[in-house]
């Protein structure tokens, strides 16, 4: 069956660092993928998507390109800030029953 | 954008009671709505879809007669928690496509049940 497999966290980072949160799928077809994050004790708002092989979504400084070659859809951002903590989550989006697939989340801390 | 609220935001209950979660799309119709349970380790787990106007569908190891879902009009579905017990104590989210078929989905806020 379809799935996503994220880095496990958390991920701890100085204010202005760089960061990576690596997330890889395994799908048939070409699904689109999604990026979710959740603010502490909120629930999860859409970071960023793509639909296709080679897009790239990108939404408040934050990028990730859908790679179908290694089926990967990798988070990043070149300066984070402290208001970036969150849980981030991978998904993919399967056709088939219309349901989001998750990942297990990665906590991101960012300290100033 | 679209928005999803749910209700109520924190629900604290005896062990032994039921609690109902609602769901609504406020400036969309949904015929159909997802719900999910959050672990305290964050991963976030599909319980079951819920569709307007019939049964719903529960993830399998989701106990359906614990965990009734009732889809009774295109803008809410409610989620009741029967006799409630202590392990039951979680984050229930819920979420629903703006329309159907489409990939992009819309997640309340939240709603954080303490059985005691």
């Known amino acids: 069956g379809n799935s996503v497999t994220q880095m496990e966290g958390p991920v701890t980072l100085s204010e202005e660092a760089f960061l990576t949160i690596n997330c890889t799928y395994t799908?048939?077809?070409?699904?689109?993928l999604f990026w979710y994050v959740q603010y502490p004790g909120e629930g999860l708002q859409l970071l960023l998507k793509?639909?296709?092989?080679?897009d790239k979504g990108s939404n408040k400084g934050f990028e990730a390109t859908y790679r179908k070659e290694t089926t990967s859809f990798h988070l990043e951002k070149g300066s984070v800030q402290v208001s970036d903590s969150a849980v981030y989550f991978c998904?993919?989006?399967?056709?088939?029953?219309?349901?989001?697939?998750f990942g297990t989340g990665t906590r991101l801390q960012v300290f100033p | 954008g679209a928005v999803v609220s749910q209700h109520p935001s924190w629900v604290i209950c005896k062990s032994g009671t039921s609690v109902k979660i609602e769901c609504r799309s406020l400036?969309?119709?949904?015929?159909?709505m997802f719900w999910y349970r959050q672990f305290p380790k964050q991963s976030l787990m599909l319980m079951a879809t819920?569709?307007?106007?019939?049964?719903?569908?529960?993830e399998q190891g989701v106990e359906k007669d614990k965990f009734l879902i009732n889809h009774a009009s295109l803008t809410l579905s409610t989620l009741t928690v029967t006799s409630a017990h202590p392990e039951d104590s979680s984050f229930y989210i819920c979420?629903?496509?703006?329309?159907?078929?489409?990939?992009?989905?819309?997640f309340g806020p939240g709603t954080r049940l303490t059985v005691l």
């Open positions: 979420s629903a496509p703006i329309q159907r078929s489409t990939d992009t989905q819309y």
């Open positions: 799908a048939t077809g070409y699904p689109s």
């Open positions: 793509a639909t296709k092989a080679d």
């Open positions: 998904a993919l989006f399967e056709t088939a029953t219309d349901k989001l697939i």
């Open positions: 400036d969309f119709q949904a015929t159909t």
């Open positions: 819920s569709n307007e106007g019939s049964k719903a569908t529960y």
